[in-house]
């Protein structure tokens, strides 16, 4: 069974930091390419920052603020959030991509309320 539980959202102030996480279980997890995505209210959902063996990217709003890292021996990807700002409250979640089989899973999601 493939699982993928993120924890660490909650609400903050502005200029605050957060950091989520998210465990993979039931996958091969250094083959994975890992992203953390978002979805405001009445918004589409949009890639925030993704991580492979290759490296790392990230959307040009979070850019110099967001670090996305991974921990492979603990299938863990995180998404560490600084200088956070009201335009960041989003649900956040967690995807997993296996592109040679074209498998990906996503997480549930978890609230990132950032006050002014």
């Known amino acids: 069974q493939v699982q993928l539980v993120e924890s660490g959202g909650g609400l903050v102030q502005s200029g605050g930091s957060l950091r989520l996480s998210c465990a993979a279980s039931?996958?091969?997890?250094?083959?994975?390419?890992m992203g953390w995505y978002h979805q405001a209210p009445g918004k589409q959902r949009e890639l925030v920052a993704a991580?492979?063996?290759?490296?790392?990217r990230y959307s040009d709003s979070v850019k110099g603020r967001f670090t996305i890292s991974r921990d492979n021996a603990k299938k863990t990807v995180y998404l560490q959030m600084n200088s956070l700002k009201p335009e960041d409250t989003a649900v956040y979640y967690c995807?997993?991509?296996?592109?040679?089989?074209?498998?990906?899973?996503w997480g549930q999601g978890t609230q990132v309320t950032v006050s002014s």
């Open positions: 991580i492979s063996s290759g490296g790392s």
């Open positions: 039931g996958i091969n997890f250094s083959i994975y390419v």
């Open positions: 995807k997993a991509s296996n592109i040679w089989s074209s498998n990906e899973y």
